[in-house]
């Protein structure tokens, strides 16, 4: 029972950790444009993929 006394304070350290994460990522604009992201990946690449043949 002893080992509770340690894991209040790390669980909610990790609480308070996280949600300073999250607020953190929310002020610098992280979630501004989802949609940009979703349609990105519709778009062609102008440079080809570099392969193990190409490297040399």
Do not use: H
Not at 17 to 26: C, D, M, R
Not at 32 to 51: H, N, V
């Amino acid at each position: 029972m002893s080992i509770i006394i340690y894991l209040i304070p790390l669980s909610i350290t990790l609480a308070i950790a996280s949600l300073g994460v999250f607020f953190w990522t929310v002020k610098s604009r992280q979630y501004e444009d989802l949609d940009g992201d979703a349609q990105r990946i519709f778009y062609a690449e102008d440079t080809p993929l570099k392969t193990p043949e190409n490297l040399c």
